[in-house]
């Protein structure tokens, strides 16, 4: 019973789901409507005809979209059977881009007739119809004639527009509009017309060109919307008097060049330019520009610049002096200082920051009033040279200074100056001999100093130092050999005046070993000379020497020695005789000692030993 009652309910379910699949479902049922069409006219330009093509309008809160029937007429077919034409406020075009623009001036009719000022067959004035697609067109609906007791409503012509024109006038630099010019400037005068509502017949302009101008020959220029007519030219100048049969809706401009004159004073200089009709369709107007013409002064400007230095060299600075001078008669804004190398081998920081120097020093001379006529300014700034320049691949350092300047009048003046500059490298050569090379304590050494400057710069003394590395000399002789050296090397005359290039000068000096000189502490005496030279005294050079002498012990006489000295004294050697700077020889004091207080010690000690250790006597005896 229950599989019968479950095939029931499957049999009348599935008989439901058939019918609601055939039955039409209320909601498609169609209606017919029938759209009604209307007609927009609107007042448009021929640029504005090229520009818009869509349009749309706002009906009962729905938008409609129009086909163009003609260059200023769209229809749209409205979803209702009747349309009140009072309700729509305005029609939208959109130009190429999608860009909406609205018209509120639309004229409408139901028919296209009815728009007076229009054809009625599509595409008459060069446009194509474009038909609606979507929505069927239907045939213009035909209002019936009114009955004699219905009143008859005229649609009324939009009244044409009446024209207006508005002037002005310019003057005009190089760069733009001017109040004020030199004597003998070129400048342009611009008139501009500009025709609003309709095209203005026989216009008349005139411009009277003030006697202190002189126009430039065919100079004059008529520039007008497209399709313009070029004037009739009345009379030239300096009257100029033009005639425009028929001067269109747009801008139109008139300008000519003239040169100011020349004036030894200030002078206000008018110019004035005038319209008009003679039917007074649009009132007569006039306008006038000024300005001021001032004396044609001269601008000038002089720059300069020199490395104060006769010699530089890797390692020292190039003092640079920078002169700004303005020698014209007028005063001059600095714009721009700038000192560009373009050779060498210095650091782009440094060069920015030497480049920054300059200009403060400069602009801080010049002032805020700028650099007068007639006015000058110095400033000199250090360029430092790196020790490790290299020389080799840039043996020279070349820029070039640059000055800008303008006037008040907005005139431009630059000037520069170069200067190049050769690089030196500063050095020496020095060699040192001693002689003998094996000497006996109170001896006397003779040290030989050959200096030869090898650069191509003049080269002057600063300072030697004598150090002894090695041997058993005291603090004192030392020193005293140091002041003795360096007193010598002063009083050369080649040292005084400075070593040219390639000079060479010989130095030569003895040194007198003391007789109680300690050879076992200082069997080897070595000897080290630096010397120090410089271009100035940023840029110097120093090289060191050594040289090295072995001391060794005297040997006592032998006792069958006949000489004829009778006190046993050991020689030494005299000094040699001292010999004058001059002569580039100098003296090292010494003093000798003889051996017969050494033979004294000794002989006493020999005495003591023979005491303490003679013989004594047996126990056994």
Known sequence: MQRTNRRFIALITFVLVLIGMWAPHGSYANTTMTPTPIYAQIDLSPEEIEAYDDASLIYADVTYYGARETSTIWRFMIDATEVDLTTIDQVTLYDKAGVPYSFPNAVYAFQMEELAGESSEPGGDGTETVPDVDIPVEPPLVEPEPSPEEPVTEEV??????????????????????????????????????????????????????????????????????GSVAPTTVSGPPAFDWTFPTIPVGTTTIQFDTFAPDVTSETVVTNTFCIGVEDETVPAACTEANVTVVPNETIGLEVGKEANIDQAVVGGMIPYTFVIENTGETALTITSIEDEFFSGDIDAKAVDTFNANVRERLLALVGDDGLLAGERVEATVNLLIPTDYDRTSAPEIGNVFRVAATDAYGRVIDAESQQIVLLNQADFTVTKTARPETVHPGEAIRYTYTITNTSNVTLYFVDVIDEWTSGALTTKEQRETTETLRDGMRALAEVENGLIPGEEVVLEMEKVLLPSYDVRAGAVLTNRTTFTFEVNREARVSRTVEATVHVKQNLPKPGNDNRDDQDESVYVPEPTTPVTPDQATLPMTGTTKTWGTVLGLVLIVLGLLFLTHRRRPSPKA
Do not use: F, K
Request: charged share 20%; proline share 9%.
């Open 157 to 226: 012509a939009a009244p044409s527009a009446s024209p207006a024109v508005a002037i002005d006038q310019s003057v005009l630099g190089a760069d733009g509009p001017i109040e004020r010019m030199l004597g003998g400037d070129l400048v342009t005068y611009r008139l501009v017309i500009d025709v609003t509502g309709a095209p203005i017949e026989n216009l008349s302009v005139t411009d009277t060109v003030p006697e202190a101008l002189t126009v430039v020959a065919d100079s004059v220029e008529v520039l007008g919307p497209e």
